[in-house]
């Protein structure tokens, strides 16, 4: 996945969608992995767009102040 | 007629029966109509009497007063009345009848009464007095209004009078160089000729009289002179008639005479009167001198009073200005400090809206990032539990399942003592699958037997 | 002013008249000295009137006696 | 059965299938025991599968926590 | 100013009346240095004014007394 | 500003409005300067008038004393 | 920006703006960093202007005083 078409929001949106899968129990199990794995990447990622934000955030204040 | 007598033996009779008939002496009231006196000192008078409603007279008589007694009785009378005896008065005399061959009847006066006279001419003079009071006119001439420069002057005297030329002589002689115009109008000023003369003199005075400012009325000098003739009652009218303001100058010590009491005003000598015109003169200049000097003194004050307030202003203007120039620099200070302060506050104000910002921006984007990373956090969380769930729900399906199979498992059935009997490979559940000696297998936890079916007993059978 | 109109009664009420313009504080000073030359021409008037002999008065006086 | 393909679901359906199978009584006794056999394997690659998930995920949640 | 036309009294009320509108403060800065500068010519003009008044008078006076 | 139409009191009256503008809040702080600009402008046109008065009047003094 | 045509007040109601939209969380994560860069660079514009005008209006005030 091209960092630069990563969006954070739809990252979110198909978090929401795999859990909703994973909650209603309705997933199959050989595909559970498979969309835990992708969920976890997907947080994964968002937590690295997190952090990345921040740190640019953070260089634009030491920059403010 | 059988005797014939000498006219000195007549005489002597009527002396004698006279005197023997008329021994005392008498006190007797008359009127003097005549007096003389000689020059041995003695004084001849005739008495009358008169009534004052007749014309005529009702007795006469001579009298004598001897020079022995004269001297004294003279000095007597005029110092107790303030009179002399003259004619027209009325006395009261002791006198004892004498007859002479010579003079005939004659009464010889020996003593005098003043206080009759006395009472006689005040009764005369108070009815006079008394008159003028009715008729309205007794202070008419004092009512006039006294000129304030006396220098206009008719007098009513006589030219070879003491009085008139003291009065003239003081006049001219006044140290204060003054001019007084006189013009005398002569007249008797004694005597019976007084009332006719004094009105003559009025009268002519009366036709000029704006020439005039004032008109004198003098006699001459001395103590002798007749106050009675004053108290006459045409001259008074007269006087208090007179346009012009009347001032006598007839001098005497004691009364004033009724023409005293109504003229304008009355002075006791004509000397008197010259200094009192002189005064009169003197303080209308000298009224004078005060204004002039009051003018003076008034304008100065004026002057210093403009002056001093034009001193004020000059001495106020520059201070005023200089004070208003300060206070518009003050003001004008304060608008700059109020600029400053004013521009310094925006700023700071204005400062405060980046900052603020500033802190929000920082504030807002942390907590906005935090936020995400919480739901993420949350999300990490669900996907475990959900997943965990998961796999447990089949974790418990195959442990159901391995029971079922553990209970199907024909194995297990066969180890519990159970057999499992079939015909031809086929389980048998049912007697009616198998008939009579049918050959079947059971199949035992161990081992397998083969039997044949003997007999056969239906459901329930 | 005619001699002969000069009363010493009138300029005394003029002098008087002056005065009290003058103390009544309502004169001008601009009218001031002409006042004051007034009153002063007034007082040598008067001043006069008291010394100096009218020959026409003497002589009407003449006449009358 | 090469592991690749094992499907758990499918593995689920066939043990439900043999042991309806086996319920029904209607099995052959010679098959009965191969039945028992299949089914009993399928469990266990069920399992197998279950484990080997549950390895994976835990894995995946190590690397996510 | 024609000095035949000049009025002490004239001339102190409008001293004194620009006096009092400086005191007031009402008086507009703009117009002070006029106002003072017309003050300061009637002053002297009064001033001049009273001083050939004093002569005058004392000259009218020496004459008279 | 010509100086003959310059008046002090005007210049104030602007001075006092463009300080109640600034005071008010109102103002751009864009605009602030060119305001404080134009107020400082004003009061040197005004210190400069009081300054020229007080020469003005100073030898007007003079001239009296 | 060009200088000329920046506005204190524009600049800050744009600053409010991305606030608000910050506040609400509405925001999506991915523009946050360019939002704040924004406001950010608005925010030095701002005081880079109320210093240029601080210093202006000093300098007024030196000349002033």
Known sequence: M??????????????????????????????LSVEVKRASELIKECQKKLRSTEEEINSIFKDLV | MTEKISLTELQLIIRDSLYLALPDAYWIMAEISELKENNAGHCYLELIEKHPEEKNVRARVKAIIWSKSYRFLKAFFENATGESLREGLKILVRTKVEYHKLYGLSLIISDIDPTFTIGEMAMKRQLVIKKLEQEGVLSMNKEIMFPAVPQRIAIISSKNAAGYSD????LKSNSFGYVFYTALIESSLQGIETELGIIN?????????????????????????????????????????????????????????????????????PTAVADFLIDSVNSAENHIIEISSEIISTS??????????????????????????????DKLSSEIIEVINIGKEFIIRAGLIPSNQKLRLASGAKSFSSGKEVALRRNGQR?????????????????NLVNTLQLLNP?????????????????????DQIRKDDQIDTQLFEGTLRSRVIEKTGKGG
């Open chain 2, 411 to 431: 194995e297990n059935v066969l180890q519990r003592g159970f057999s499992i009997t079939s015909i031809n490979g086929r389980i048998i559940k049912n007697s």
């Open chain 2, 300 to 329: 100065r004050i004026i002057f210093e009073k403009n002056k001093n307030r034009i001193e004020a202003s000059a001495i106020k203007l520059f201070p005023l200005a200089r004070i208003m120039m300060s206070h518009v620099k």
């Open chain 2, 167 to 170: 009065f003239i002589n003081q």
């Open chain 2, 383 to 399: 996907l475990i539990t959900g997943t965990v769930n998961c796999l447990n729900v089949y974790d418990v399906m195959l442990k």
């Open chain 2, 201 to 269: 003199a009025l009268d002519r005075i009366a036709l000029n009289s704006h020439l005039f400012d004032l008109v004198v009325i003098i006699r001459g000098g001395g103590s002798q002179s007749d106050l009675s003739w004053f108290d006459n009652y045409n001259i008074a009218y007269h006087v208090t008639q007179f346009p012009l303001p009347v001032i006598t100058g007839i001098g005497h010590d004691k009364d004033v005479s009724v023409t005293d009491m109504v003229a304008n005003r009355s002075l006791k000598t």
């Open chain 1, 2 to 31: 091209a960092k630069k078409e990563f969006s954070f929001n739809n990252a979110v949106l198909e978090i929401e969608n795999i859990l909703q899968n994973i909650e209603s129990g309705d997933l199959d199990i050989d595909k």
